[in-house]
């Protein structure tokens, strides 16, 4: 009985019974915000991307029309995103393109400013299959392409471009 | 249809992982259902994503997961003839159990939802899932073309595969790459690593309940549940701390004589570590040390230190892999030599400061550091038993390490390097923390030797205090 009940036990106990009420204290309005924070959402095989591409462009369902613009160019040559380094909304855009481009090899320029005119003039555009602008501006030599919400425009290399 | 594929894909992993436990475990040690579960899902993934990494290199397409299943098949037949022992109650659940129990299954179906309200975070896409998705796209394996692609080298080409290759494995399943689906992998090690703590807490302090009690209290780790990088994000943090629970939990229980099977399960979750995330390599190097204290601390044979040898070669073979694709190495820090440390020594106290500030943040933390201080100031007077100092240094020194890493961060201010990724770097030593937090909270069972035989399980307490002084000094 001695043991059972020595102070020393009760000292313990208390502490522990302490920081447990303590945690959950602090713990609980955090947890109870974050589980209560987001109602169900749609699911679907490209929920993130479409849901990182709405945040960015306004646009709801975007990756699966990015992916059959993409399909339909060469894979054998580049994409080209042009991000801006300012801007943490452009360079997730042109990340996550990126991630969209496959099979394509991908080239970020992350330029200062919102005119990309000097690197694309550089640009052999028989190498190119599509050029993307995310929240920079589309030099108007070059023919507009798929304009998405605001700040993404998808401009794809055909033959009648490249001339 | 995709819930019977993931199950189709989920079934195989465990049976596979079953099969590795049974021959790792050989009929000689009781271990729990929850244990049983757990080491069949971590050993699971560990055997589907290196044979798909390894038999990718030679075969693709629909042979590769065929090849693969046939393997899993037949690991779970071997499972099935070697039945590893199962441990059963003497009694049945205390109310007080029944109700944590209930508590605990909340935690875990919330834990589920959070997991399906959110997106991939923006790592667990652009890191991982982009690998599966890829190597998906082509027949299985990941090409080669991405390593070289300096366009992508924002997703870290170099980056080990367990997690990215499950997510491949339900792909292969679902047949379609699946950003929604890939997330189940990610609430199922939370509930891998509830079990473990569940299972550690009766191997460690004897007692169902405690496991319980300090398994219900993971979830009111913000940073566990809610925060960024969080269980539920798809990052690898999270399963690279079950395996390190595993791991070191699993050490903790094998310095017991005669306990080889609980050391090759040390050995098998040690080795998988730096397949799991390259900060791996860190947690393996200090767990590989624990590892050859408690061998020389309980005079292990020396054979014993083979348990080392899988780690190494998967260590060396994925460098070799990446040597061979001429992936690129991660810019995230400077050459790691004495000039840079010198010239970047600094930095020292400036991260400490940074380090305290984190532990401090109780929106990321609540009060856990300062519940796993007052743990640890409990152990001080057991330092003398090898088993609790190997548990201080598996928390203490891969913080320390992490911390100096940030020495030779090459961001323009590696301050914020520091805040990006600290909380998610902690967050691989906080089960352990756990693990320290039950043996304080059990301190007085300890002496009660008749209090801690439960459920026909010798515990690692009753082991401890079985011990010679002789032997714990050793």
């Known amino acids: ?163 | 249809m995709s819930a019977l594929a993931l199950l189709g894909a989920f079934g195989t992993l465990l049976v596979a992982g079953y099969g590795v436990l049974a021959l790792l475990v050989r009929q000689k040690t009781r271990l729990t259902l929850t244990e049983q579960i757990a080491f069949s899902w971590l050993l699971g993934i560990g055997v589907v994503s290196l044979l798909l990494w390894i038999f990718g290199l030679f075969v693709q397409g629909v042979l590769l997961p065929g090849l693969v299943s046939i393997i899993c098949l037949s690991l779970g037949f071997v499972g099935w003839r070697q039945t590893v022992p199962l441990s059963l109650g003497r009694r049945g659940p205390k109310p007080f159990e029944i109700l944590l129990g209930i508590i605990v299954v909340i935690e875990i179906a919330s834990v589920f939802y959070l997991s399906f309200v959110h997106t991939l975070g923006w790592d667990g896409l652009l890191n991982w899932e982009i690998k599966a998705r890829y190597a998906f796209a082509n027949g299985g394996i990941i090409p080669a073309t991405y390593f070289s692609d300096s366009g992508r080298a924002f997703s870290h080409p170099e980056y080990p595969l367990a997690i990215p290759f499950t997510e491949l494995w339900l792909y292969f399943w679902l047949g379609q790459a699946d950003q929604f689906c890939a997330k189940t992998i990610f609430p199922a090690f939370y509930v891998v690593g509830i079990f473990l703590l569940v299972a550690l807490g009766r191997r460690l302090a004897g007692r169902t309940w405690i496991g319980l009690l300090v398994a219900a209290f993971l979830f009111f780790v913000p940073q566990i549940t809610v925060e960024v990088g969080s269980a539920i994000a798809g990052y690898t943090d999270f399963p690279l701390s079950v395996f390190y629970l595993a791991t070191i939990g699993y050490l903790f229980c094998a310095a017991k004589p005669k306990n080889d099977a609980l050391f090759r399960l040390y050995a098998a979750c040690l080795a998988l570590l730096p397949w799991v995330k390259r900060d791996g390599v860190i947690l393996w190097t200090v767990a590989a040390a624990c590892g050859v204290f408690v061998i020389l601390a309980t005079r292990k044979s020396y054979r014993s230190l083979l348990a080392f040898f899988p780690g190494l070669l998967i260590i060396c073979g994925w460098r070799f892999y990446l040597n061979a694709m001429h992936a690129p190495q991660g810019s995230d820090f400077l050459p790691v030599n004495l000039q840079t440390f010198g010239s970047h020594l600094y930095r020292i106290f400036p991260l400490l400061s940074a380090l305290l500030e984190e532990f401090h943040d109780l929106r990321i933390w609540s009060l856990f550091w300062f519940v796993i201080a007052v743990g640890i100031s409990y152990l001080l007077r057991r330092m003398r038993d090898p088993r609790v100092l190997v548990l201080l240094t598996a928390l203490i020194v891969p913080i320390a390490l992490y911390l100096s890493i940030y020495v030779f961060s090459s961001w323009p201010n590696y301050l914020d390097h520091v805040g990006l990724s600290i909380s998610r770097l902690l967050m691989h030593v906080t089960p352990v923390g756990f693990l320290i937090t039950m043996l304080a909270v059990s301190r007085r069972s300890v002496k009660n030797r008749a209090r801690v035989h439960e459920c026909g399980v010798v515990t690692c307490v009753i082991a401890g205090s079985e011990r010679t002084p002789g032997v714990e000094l050793a």
């Not at chain 1, 991000?83 to 992350?110: N, Q, W």
């Open chain 1, 1 to 163: 009985m001695t043991c059972r009940f020595s102070y020393g036990r009760i000292a313990h106990v208390m502490l522990w019974c302490g920081l447990a009420v303590a945690s959950l204290s602090v713990s609980i309005p955090k947890i109870y915000s974050g589980v209560t924070e987001f109602p169900l959402r749609p699911s679907g095989p490209l929920h993130t991307s479409d849901s990182y591409l709405k945040f960015a462009t306004g646009v709801s369902g975007l990756s699966k029309n990015l992916i059959s613009i993409f399909q339909s160019t060469n894979a054998s040559k580049r994409v080209i995103i042009f991000t801006r380094k300012d801007d943490t909304f452009s360079c997730g855009l042109g990340m996550t393109i990126a991630y969209l481009a496959s099979p394509h090899l991908v080239r970020v320029f992350e330029i200062n400013g919102t005119h990309p005119d000097n690197e694309l003039s550089k640009m052999n555009p028989h190498e190119v299959a599509a050029v993307v602008f995310c929240r920079t501006n589309r030099p108007a030599w070059l023919p507009a392409g798929k304009v998405f919400g605001s700040g993404l425009e998808v401009v794809s290399m055909t033959e009648k471009v490249r001339r």
